[in-house]
């Protein structure tokens, strides 16, 4: 079975445009996280999805947006990009979201903002 | 505030027993991850746990203790593939995903 896919793997924008990541979770897992990793540091949680409601938000500006799709898939957008959001984004799946499930990784995005 | 601390960097011997220590203060509790990061690559899942003790997996083994806010993770029989970034991770809110992760520990395996 594929594990959590994202695309694209590598992106390079310029500040002011706007971006769309793309993730796929494990088959059967309803549950979509969306962290972002600056080098160097842990992964920072952005969005919670299940069964298409947003269950969770961290601390990130109006211009991080998500959404889920009716097949599991998510995407994550990001506003008037900043030099700052350049980062790793990692997608993560779990079955249910719940609060004990364990969750898994795709191999991430690296956005590169110039 | 929430907050998780571990050390930056370790630095360990091929065959030779090592120990990550975090230790967390975060709103609410619902379980402790443990995760392996290779530069470039995303974090794998080792080991949970929501109870006190510890949890024997192979050649990793993690303990928790929720009164002291302290977790940490024992890799034994170390090889140089376990050349990487360990994460600890708190799941902070009940019933969904809050997960806070620390900066990670840098752990080099020296021959």
């Known amino acids: 079975d594929a594990g959590v896919t994202q695309s694209p793997t590598h992106l390079i924008k310029t500040r002011g445009q706007q971006v769309t990541l793309r993730c796929s979770p494990i088959s059967g897992h309803k549950s979509v996280s969306w962290y972002q990793q600056v080098l160097g540091q842990g992964p920072q949680f952005i969005f919670q999805?299940?069964?298409?409601?947003?269950?969770g938000r961290g601390n990130f500006p109006d211009r991080f947006s998500a959404r889920q799709f009716p097949n599991y898939s998510s995407e994550l957008n990001v506003n008037a990009l900043l030099l700052g959001d350049s980062a790793l984004y990692l997608c993560?799946?779990?079955?249910?979201?719940?609060?004990?499930?364990?969750?898994?990784f795709g191999p991430g995005t690296r956005l590169l903002v110039l | 505030g929430q907050n998780i601390d571990q050390p930056t960097e370790m630095t360990a011997t091929e065959g030779a027993i090592v120990q990550i220590n975090c230790t967390y203060q975060t709103s609410g509790f619902n379980g402790l991850f443990w995760y392996q990061q290779h530069a470039g690559e995303a974090p794998t899942f080792l080991s949970y746990n929501v109870l006190d003790g510890l949890e024997e997996k192979g050649r990793f083994s993690s303990f928790l203790s929720r009164s002291k806010g302290y977790s940490y993770l024992l890799l034994k029989e170390l090889q140089m593939k376990d050349s990487a970034s360990y994460l600890c991770a708190v799941r902070a809110s009940r019933g969904g995903f809050k997960t806070i992760f620390g900066a990670g520990t840098r752990l080099f395996v020296k021959a």
């Open positions: 993560a799946s779990s079955a249910r979201g719940g609060s004990q499930e364990t969750q898994y």
């Open positions: 999805y299940y069964e298409k409601e947003e269950r």
